[in-house]
């Protein structure tokens, strides 16, 4: 089973600020750095590990995971722009790549 997709995103926002910048995710739950940003309006997470995958939550105890994203995958979440979220890798830190922007 293959799904081909592409999906091209253009917005004008309020904000002024985006990240775009690879970060290391530890294996404790962390609040993902907001740079300069304010808050998140949309976020991508890319992980290009080759083995272990991360997880986002909406806590800092893994409650309330909202994304699993495995080796080599992607996920483009767009979160209330109140909620803090939080990441954490499986067995080893992983290396990945985010972009987000204001609202």
């Given at each position: 089973?293959?799904i081909s997709?592409?999906?091209n995103?253009s917005?004008?926002?309020?904000?002024?600020?985006a990240i775009?910048?690879?970060?290391?995710?530890?294996?404790s739950?962390?609040?993902?750095p907001?740079g300069?940003?304010?808050s998140?309006?949309?976020i991508?997470v890319?992980?290009?590990d080759?083995?272990?995958?991360?997880q986002?939550?909406?806590?800092n105890?893994?409650t309330n995971?909202?994304?699993?994203?495995v080796a080599?995958?992607a996920?483009?979440?767009t979160p209330?722009?109140?909620?803090?979220?939080y990441w954490?890798?499986d067995?080893?830190?992983?290396?990945v790549?985010m972009v987000?922007?204001?609202?």
């Open positions: 089973f293959r997709d592409t999906l995103l917005e004008t926002t309020s904000g002024t600020d775009a910048q690879p970060y290391t995710v530890t294996t739950w962390v609040a993902i907001l300069a940003l304010a998140f309006k949309r991508m890319r992980n290009t080759s083995t272990n995958f991360i986002i939550a909406l806590d105890a893994g995971k909202i994304a699993k994203i080599g995958d996920n483009l979440i209330d722009p109140s909620a803090t979220l954490k890798a067995t080893s830190s992983v290396v790549t987000a922007n204001e609202p």
